[in-house]
Nanobody, 127 residues
Framework: VQLQASGGGLVQAGDSLRLSCAAS????????MGWFRQAPGKEHEFVAA????????DYADSVKGRFTISRENAKNTVYLQMNILQSDDTAVYYC?????????????????????WGQGTLVTVSS
């Protein structure tokens, strides 16, 4: 099983980036997909999650209205569109997969429930 995150880079405050996570898990549409991030010296932080069909999403308050999570099941890929980036968004971003076709509940923000993790992609926002 492999989750390959990509799309990170160095940008200026106010810019946009789109992260991608290509997954080898099968069937991909059996998994809830999430994005987490870890800033230097801080714990992992929930960013966003999307259910198996894409019909349900959840966002951390800190990114709501700026970030959009989406998925293309035919391509086994989940995306994180990040707009109006701020210096506080600087972190390594990880994608994760949690098995199960179920509604998104509060537990989806807990990194411990996820079965698989990608290697992370670094996003650096300069102010």
């Amino acid at each position: 099983v492999q989750l390959q995150a990509s799309g990170g880079g160095l940008v200026q405050a106010g810019d946009s980036l789109r992260l991608s996570c290509a997954a080898s898990i099968r069937p991909f549409d059996w998994y809830i997909m999430g994005w987490f991030r870890q800033a230097p010296g801080k714990e992992h932080e929930f960013v966003a999650a999307i259910n198996w069909s894409g019909a349900m999403t959840d966002y951390a308050d800190s990114v709501k209205g700026r970030f959009t999570i989406s998925r293309e099941n035919a391509k086994n890929t989940v995306y994180l569109q990040m707009n109006i980036l701020q210096s506080d968004d600087t972190a390594v971003y990880y994608c994760a997969a949690d098995s199960g076709r179920r509604p998104l509940g509060p537990d989806i923000r807990d990194r411990r429930i996820y079965d698989y993790w990608g290697q992370g992609t670094l996003v650096t926002v300069s102010s």
